[in-house]
């Protein structure tokens, strides 16, 4: 299984993971044979790329840290939850963000992760583009969780961390449709706008029955920064609460791998280039350390150019050593002519390879 983008996607391929809609109805099955009628329904929906099968790698199996329909009920679950306060009337003494299946949803993440926690994120979540705000929730809570589970957090910590950083974002049911999805760059009036979404969520959760101050403070404090540019009150590293910490770089990171209005997503490794440049003075760096060790820069099925000319696929990961996996050579030259003795290279043991770039 290998994920491409949809503009190589190809009539004829099998899709190894099923294609989901923003309610989480299956649009595409695992194991359909693309046809040129869904690249084009694709496209429209806002759909980028895609896991296909791939012969080459077919010993090569892939886990997700949680169960894809833990995923999925968690994205439904946040969606319902930003519709209900977006209703008329909701902002009164209370909010229900239906507790129950907050408190619920929590305990299934926390529970699989750690049962998984030696995995490495592999998985790129596929979405719309209309469905980002609530796969970003959970892909954040997931991320953050799994470093605070490697950190040795407990049960408790976990829960509270797991709980702000599934409803981090849900101060921007204050912000007009027009400026989250605007196609171009912000306006800085337009960005004072978005800037006052973690105390108006901070506000929503305060009367919220689920109302803990640290869980609080991830949803307040998740864009402050350790040199104190960040917002809303430009905190400095002292201030800011450890698990606020956890959570902003969980947020950064899925933000620069997802697709936006105003740009195209970037590549893990480009994003964990630029996370590991922020080091220190954006972000904390022993959690920052922590969290590139939970992520592959190069995920399984990518197509990576190494330094002495040969290509190949990535089949697995090194933990702690996210720049360097392991490569399964396929590929010659710059024409990428056919290896005449493919073989599998271990990039944490050969140090005098380096990947050069990425096939898209």
Do not use: W
């Not at 209703?87 to 926390?110: A, F, H, L, M, Y």
């Not at 360097?324 to 990039?347: I, K, N």
């Amino acid at each position: 299984m290998r994920k491409i983008s949809l503009e190589i996607a190809r009539p004829g391929m099998i899709l190894a993971k099923p294609v989901l809609g923003s309610t989480g109805q299956i649009l595409l099955k695992s194991g359909v044979e693309i046809k040129p009628q869904y690249i084009s329904y694709l496209q429209r929906l806002g759909v980028n790329d895609l896991y296909v099968r791939d012969d080459r790698i077919q010993d090569v199996v892939v886990s997700d840290v949680i169960k894809a329909e833990t995923r999925h009920e968690a994205r439904l679950l946040v969606k319902r939850i930003m519709s209900n306060l977006q209703s008329p009337g909701c902002q009164v003494k209370s909010i229900n963000i239906q507790d129950k299946e907050v408190v619920k949803t929590v305990n299934r993440i926390i529970e699989e992760l750690i049962n998984n926690k030696d995995l490495i994120v592999q998985l790129v979540d596929i979405r719309t583009k209309d469905d980002y705000l609530f796969a970003h929730s959970v892909n954040c809570a997931v991320l953050a969780t799994l470093v605070a589970v490697k950190m040795n957090y407990d049960q408790k910590t976990l829960k509270l961390l797991a709980t702000g950083s599934l409803l981090h974002d849900i101060g921007l049911v204050t912000v007009p449709e027009h400026i989250l999805k605007k196609p171009d760059e912000l306006t800085e009036d337009e960005f004072e706008t978005i800037k006052k979404h973690p105390e108006y969520g901070f506000a929503i959760f305060k009367k919220s029955p689920l109302f803990n101050a640290r869980a609080g403070a991830v949803i307040l404090q998740h864009h402050e920064r350790c040199n104190g540019r960040g917002y809303p009150r430009g905190l400095k590293s002292e201030r800011i609460n450890n698990l606020a910490k956890i959570v902003s770089i969980a947020d950064a990171y899925d933000a620069m791998t997802s697709e936006k209005f105003h740009r195209q997503s970037y590549y893990p490794h480009q994003a964990v280039e630029m996370l590991m440049s922020m080091g220190g003075e954006y972000f904390d760096m022993a959690i920052l350390h922590h969290f590139l060790s939970t992520i592959a820069a190069y995920p399984v099925g990518f197509h990576v150019f190494l330094s002495n000319g040969e290509s190949g696929l990535v089949i697995a990961n090194n933990p702690g050593m996210t720049l360097r996996p392991v490569v399964r050579v396929l590929y010659t030259g710059e024409d990428m002519a056919p290896h005449p003795e493919p073989y599998d290279v271990d990039l944490s043991q050969e140090l005098d390879l380096t990947i050069t770039g990425i096939h898209a």
